[in-house]
């Protein structure tokens, strides 16, 4: 077998090499100038997923079409998992331009149900790529929709040491988080702000690679990373988008450089598919705020919105979220949108907001005044300082599988999660502490716990003198480019 390259004549719509398998219909003699609609159906004819394998593997990009038959064909089942590993693989190995992640993931978007809303609301979304203790969606949130604008998110569960909002929302009794389209959407015309799992078939095509990569060493990838999670977020229809991408110990992208990469792969899909889009760069190597496990984490986030917000990091990262989705949304600058969105907390707009949220999905909202009413532990350990001195790190990645081990997360998809189960810090990173004192708080229903005060103990070291404070916020993202803070 050999190739011809035909070149197209360069006032048609597609002009570009082509290289056609010369035992097809198109042969040595067939070399002419062609019309372009023609040329692309001969092309997309002889498309072969060998050779989209072979270009990938030889540094080449991707074209648009052949994107397109590769997506077509993993949701048709056309294209076998060998191959579709294979150009996994072969993305890992040599990377993709912004152009073909941008068109990739617009793809793996419509591979699905897309949402879309009416023009006449301000939609806007969140997303974090995932910590510990992170509850900032249950601020923002509220925070966003107190000041006008509509927050209609679909959210994911826990898995590994990280938290999902979805499970968080479920410990408030008679909160529903699995709805139908038609519910989602009577809830957000109706409050502005309503939170579920994901209801319909979104994304098919992210279900099929993540699952592949997850078995391939094909996970850390930054345009595989990139497309699977902007694939959701341009499913999910929202104009404005946040996101929230941790750096750190207990995150995905450890190197605070990668990070920021990845922050940059992701807001470019967005723009270049007509969203507005910004990021953070956030540390995720201590635990965010004092809470970690479902309930806790909710009772966390309503003592922020009752006004508990002074000089706390959860509330740093929480203000600094919402404050780019008022700007991107009102074209406010940052700093007058943060003024904004402190003073939906101050004036009791926000935890409003979250009250109305909470009974149109079905839950309790007397769980905000009376935080007995959310389930209780059956037993609490105290985790006791072995030395005196300050507090320097808590490990977050260790702490959120202390918290899993306690009941609060999940190593696989079906298992149970215990709501009150987790972990309440009395000391953060900077704090002194003194020989025996309480560093934290234990919350479990399982009879085999005891071994996890120790495990709690081993995640955090001490120092004889103050240690300086860390920064929280790295950098920011926008359509204007990359800040370091
Ligand atoms: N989260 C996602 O949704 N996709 C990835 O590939 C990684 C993290």
Redesign the pocket.
Known sequence: MYFITIWMQPDLKIAKPVRLAADGNITAHDVKWMHAEEAKEKEVAHMRMFDIISRKRDGLPLGYEELEYFINGIVDKSIPDYQTTALLMAIYLNGMSNRETSDMCLLMARSGDMMEFSDELVTVDKHS??GVGDKTSLIVAPMAAAFGLTVAKMSGRALGHTGGTVDKLESIPGMKVDMTLEEFEKAYRKTGICISGQSGNMVPA?KIL?SL?DVTAT?SCIP??AT??MS?KLAAGAKNIVLDVKTGSGA?MENPEEAFALAEKMVRIGLDNGRNVSALVTMMDTPLGYCIGNSLEVMEAIDVLKGGCAGFDLCEVSIALTAELISMASGMDVRAAAREAEKRIKDGSALKKLREMIISQGGNPAVIEDYGLFKQPRTVIEARSPESGYVSSIDAKSIGDVSMNLGAGRSRKTDPIDYSAGIRLAKKPGDRVEKGEVLAYLYTDREDAAGQAGAFLDACEFSRTMTKEKKLILGRVSKDGREVY
Request: glycine share 8%.
């Open positions: 790529t995932g992210d993540y990569r996970i595989l990373i699977s999670i959701k995905f």
